[in-house]
């Protein structure tokens, strides 16, 4: 690491350990510290910054907090990998056109393209009848090669005739679906909190117990008939869900 990027000031209102924050913040922003690379030791913090090691801890917790740095025990504390964030509110895209407009790059392996009898849970998002035939698409997805996401799509049965030709390894579901006139246009989404069990803990690349997220998406289209229903199971500490807020009747 070079010299500080920012003088702690001590006449400031704003404490030390946030002023620290935001300088290695801005280190990482600017790429002088790059995502793995690993963060200088608290005493070498402490002596380039000049302050104690109780303030440094405090700066750390707060990075870490933030998703700017993995802290591994044992190891050190290293530049986390950029969360990928996935809308919930006010737009219905898919995950695909979620990262590309952040210039990430998606790629999928599909695991399973299959009818299948809907299960309850399913044919009730779908509006079927339980035991209806079924696509199911299992896809493990990366980002930046790296695992992200486990997706379980289930779609209506005249799909799977044009889903056998196409390659989604790397395009998008959404994209392939408005091709034939299948266009969701809004959606009922939830997230909950799981811990994952062996068989996603391997899939994802996460230790037995790590939190993920579950995201649960049903799509509809202008007649408010149900296109498409998913479950995404989601590494905890490689997702943010951004949401936007609109207050009902807001004056501006």
Known sequence: MQAPTAVMDRSSPVPLHHQLKMALVEMVRSGEL???DPFPGELRLCEQFG??????RQALVQLEHEGV????????TFVAAPRPAQGLVQSLS???EDLAARG???RSTVRKLELVPAPVHVAAALEITEGEPVVLLERLRF????????????LLPDTMSWLQQIDLSEGSLYAEMERRGIRPVH?????????????TADDL????????????????DRQERPVEYYEALHRGDRTVFEVDLVRSGAVI
């Open 34 to 36: 790059a995502p793995g």
């Open 51 to 56: 302050v104690s090691r109780t303030v440094v």
């Open 69 to 76: 740095v993995d802290r591994m025990r044992g190891r050190g």
């Open 94 to 96: 898919g995950q695909y």
């Open 104 to 106: 990430l790059h998606l």
């Open 143 to 154: 980002v930046q090669d790296e695992p992200w996401v486990l997706v379980i799509t289930y």
């Open 187 to 199: 959606g009922r989404r939830t997230v909950q909190a799981r811990r994952a069990g062996k068989t």
């Open 205 to 220: 690349g996460v230790g037995r117990g790590t939190p993920i997220l579950l995201l649960t998406s049903v799509g509809l």
